[in-house]
């Protein structure tokens, strides 16, 4: 089995900036991509951004040139860095391994979620 866990999150002010982390853990043969995703009450799950395992990123289009992912390979750890932060990220933020676990084939493994919340 493969875990996900998530640290950091909570209260910032608008304007600030908060750090998430995640690691990935258990029986990993290989991590294909990890991403950051976010679901506001009333809507639904997006994705914030996405680093697969050669290093190359995707972010969505309303966090562009505040966020950045990183992952350090061999930890299996992905790091969100969220800067200029604005009310609107407010959200439950939930970490994704697409992996392969062994023995038991590609699948995506999802974390319990942090809360971020930014206020005016």
């Known amino acids: 089995q493969v875990q996900v866990v998530e640290s950091g999150g909570g209260l910032v002010q608008a304007g600030g900036s908060l750090r998430l982390s995640c690691a990935a853990s258990?029986?990993?043969?290989?991590?294909?991509?990890m991403g950051w995703y976010r679901q506001a009450p009333g809507k639904e799950r997006e994705l914030v951004a996405s680093?697969?395992?050669?290093?190359?990123?995707n972010y969505a289009d309303s966090v562009k040139g505040r966020f950045t992912i990183s992952r350090e390979n061999a930890k299996n750890t992905v790091i969100l860095q969220m800067n200029s932060l604005k009310p609107e990220d407010t959200a439950v933020y939930y970490c994704?391994?697409?992996?392969?676990?062994?023995?038991?084939?590609?699948?995506?493994?999802w974390g319990q979620g942090t809360q971020v919340t930014v206020s005016s």
């Open positions: 994704q391994a697409d992996a392969i676990a062994l023995g038991r084939g590609r699948a995506d493994y």
């Open positions: 258990g029986s990993i043969f290989s991590i294909i991509a």
């Open positions: 680093i697969r395992s050669g290093g190359s990123t």
